[in-house]
């Protein structure tokens, strides 16, 4: 889609499906065939743009990586297939701009939560960013198996993906030899929030000076 001398490219990283209940109580799939078109069920892209507007490419939004989150008959989501999109229309990760020019914007460091838990995945990432001539500090916030189950059984936030989180506790298990190898591990199991943002902060470089 042109506008202007802006080209738009619409890519999906996936596959969301919901059920009218997702859209609230009282949604339903009468009426509105158009949408719930399989088994009364919405199925709709996890979509990313991709905006071309000179020798710029910027990428928007980043789609949810190579997992799913099963919610049962409510939601089910299915991502890793941006690259695929990215390739599809002659762009590798390296050529997209988003984090260099929200860097070049704000300044300071940029923070990308996100949990990665296939080493392919986070190769790609991270090849990506230094290329983009980006440093790149990872940390992995990790606390032990009970602790993990308690706070996910008490967020009152995220309720819808509690189920799926405690699914994954078995994959960040089974990551943990690849994470501790090319991450730092910070506990968070006797830390509070601040402490551990306090930690973080004053190991990574303040300024450019600082990570040559």
């Known amino acids: 889609m042109l506008i202007g001398d802006i080209d738009i490219h619409p ?18 799939a009468d009426g509105h065939e158009d949408l719930f078109t399989r088994h009364a069920m919405a199925w709709l892209p996890i979509g990313c743009f991709l905006v071309r507007t000179g020798d710029r490419t910027i990428l928007v939004d980043a789609g949810m990586g190579p997992e799913m989150r ?30 260099v020019q929200v860097l070049d914007y704000v300044g300071g460091t940029l923070v990308i939560p996100q949990s990665v838990l296939v080493e392919q995945y986070w190769d790609e990432l991270e090849s990506g960013l230094r290329k983009a001539g980006i440093p790149v500090h990872h940390f992995v916030l990790h606390a032990d198996h009970d602790t993990l189950v308690q ?17 994954h506790l078995v994959d ?24 551990v943002a306090a930690l973080i902060s004053g190991t990574v470089p303040q300024s450019a000076d600082e990570f040559r």
Not at 72 to 93: E, F, H, I
């Open 11 to 28: 890519i999906a990283d996936g596959t969301f499906r919901a059920s009218p209940a997702y859209f609230g109580a009282h949604a339903r």
């Open 151 to 167: 706070r996910i059984e008490n967020d009152a936030v995220e309720t819808g993906a509690r189920q799926w989180r405690l699914d």
């Open 70 to 99: 099963d919610d049962g008959p409510r939601r089910l989501l299915v991502g890793g297939q941006l690259l695929l999109g990215l390739r599809a229309v002659g762009v590798t990760p390296p050529e997209c701009g988003g984090h």
């Open 172 to 195: 960040y298990q089974q990551a943990q030899p690849w994470l501790s190898r090319r991450a730092r591990l910070i506990d968070t199991t006797k830390r509070t929030p601040s402490e």
